[in-house]
């Protein structure tokens, strides 16, 4: 059981026995000043029988009124009380014991400013009792009982606020406690919802972690095998028309040799998703540098790296995805443009690390190659390299024209090596 339960239960139990002492306090004060009345006073009969009838309009009264009632048969009930009372006390001043329970009655049946006419008229009461009764009222014992009656009028009305200020204190926690536990089910339900939501989410993660998965590995694959092959057979492609020239020919089967085990070695950390061998070797403007010279070899045309800023390490992601963006333009660049010289400048900022490739080739529409999103032999090409800058909160810009060259620049937020994924 919760803490919030368990203090209601105890508020219950403790409202409880109030109620059921505040039950039983009539009939105890009323046995207690006729008992010390017997032993006082010889014509005792007629006061037995007004206490008896005290006792069966307290008995009826109680059996017909709910506890806590304040409405018009409650009013009528402590009038009764308050009468009889007051004629007990007439007839023998000890009765002042049984009219205390009148304040107790006037918490029970009354509300707000009726419950202190109740207390008031108690006090009147019970003051007659302490002056002596109504024959010290004929001795010209007025002025004492005015005296008392104010005290006493004084004294109750002070305790009776204290109490009810008591009570309306233990009301207000109880209703705290009743609104706590409301609370408390709307965020068990909540809690409910949000476990089914959760659940939901984990089966969303998993699925799109899934497929993060599989477009990681066909970028990877494109931009190794895709990438090498497509080498390969260029050089193959070169090879093939120079049969009568021995020297030419070694030089394209070198190359196309080299591109092989490259794209070999690439293959298989891929597959093992380790960062590219280049790279494990090398700070990524070196790695760049090597991965252009390489190009610039094997393409013959001139690719030169300017490297600005302050060349720091990266976070593996952030260089493996500047590095693939390279090689990616750099093999568009060998298929596609024409070109007779290629720039690259890597930029380091102090929030951003940027990648320019800049060549002087054919140029194309990039609205149409947006049209197409993937080239017609199945690469991934300039989609791929959007998709893998933006996956890193990056953005790729690419500028061409057709006969005007071409301009692709990717940049990556700065993440230190080591830092956030």
């Known amino acids: 059981m919760s803490i919030e339960a368990e203090l209601r239960a105890e508020f219950d139990r403790g409202e409880r026995r109030e109620l059921a002492l505040f039950g039983v306090l009539p009939y105890a004060l009323l046995a207690a000043s006729t008992a010390i009345t017997l032993l006082q006073q010889d014509g005792y009969a007629p006061t037995l029988g007004l206490t008896a ?9 109680q059996r017909i009124l709910p506890k806590r009632d304040s409405g018009p048969l409650s009013g009528l009930y402590y009038t009764g009380v308050m009468a009889l009372a007051a004629a007990l006390v007439v007839l023998a001043p000890w009765y002042a014991i049984f009219t205390f329970a009148g304040y107790v009655q006037a918490a029970v049946y009354l509300k707000g400013g009726w419950q202190y006419a109740g207390v008031a008229a108690t006090a009147l009461i019970s003051s007659l009792a302490y002056a002596g009764g109504l024959d010290s009222m004929r001795d010209d014992g007025w002025w004492e009982w005015s005296v008392i009656a104010l005290v006493t009028l004084l004294l109750s009305a002070a305790f ?6 008591n009570d309306r204190r233990n009301s207000n926690q109880k209703r705290a406690l009743a609104e706590l536990h409301e609370a408390n089910a709307r965020l068990e339900a909540a809690l409910a919802e949000n476990a089914g939501l959760h659940a939901q989410l984990l089966v969303q993660a998993r699925e799109a972690g899934m497929l993060d998965e599989r477009q990681r590995m066909a970028r990877e694959i494109h931009d190794t095998l895709a990438q090498g092959l497509a080498g390969v057979l260029a050089q193959l492609q070169a090879a093939e028309g120079l049969l009568d020239d021995p020297a030419a020919l070694r030089r394209h089967l070198g190359s196309a040799m080299n591109l092989t085990r490259d794209s070999l070695t690439e293959a298989r950390r891929t597959v093992h998703a380790v960062e590219p061998a280049v790279l494990a070797e090398a700070r ?11 190009w610039a070899e094997a393409n013959r045309v001139d ?4 490297t600005t800023g302050d060349a720091r390490p990266m976070h593996a992601d952030v260089e493996v995805a500047l590095l693939r963006t390279a090689q990616e333009a ?14 690259l400048t890597l930029s380091y900022m102090e929030d951003l690390v940027t990648l320019d490739v800049r060549d002087d080739g054919v140029g194309f529409d990039p609205a149409a190659v947006r049209r197409a999103h993937r080239s017609a032999d199945g690469g991934f090409g300039l989609a791929g390299m959007r998709q893998r800058v933006q996956r890193l909160a990056g953005r790729l810009d690419i500028e061409s024209e057709p006969g005007g060259g071409t301009a692709v620049s990717a940049t990556v937020p700065a993440l230190p090596a080591g830092g956030a994924e």
């Open 160 to 165: 009776f606020h204290f109490a009810e200020m």
């Open 330 to 343: 750099l093999a568009n660049v060998a298929k596609h443009a024409k070109a007779g010289r290629v720039g």
């Open 53 to 61: 009838a005290t006792a069966v309009w307290i008995f009826v009264w």
């Open 284 to 294: 990524l403007p070196d790695a760049i540098g090597e991965v252009a010279r390489r």
């Open 303 to 306: 690719a030169v790296l300017t």
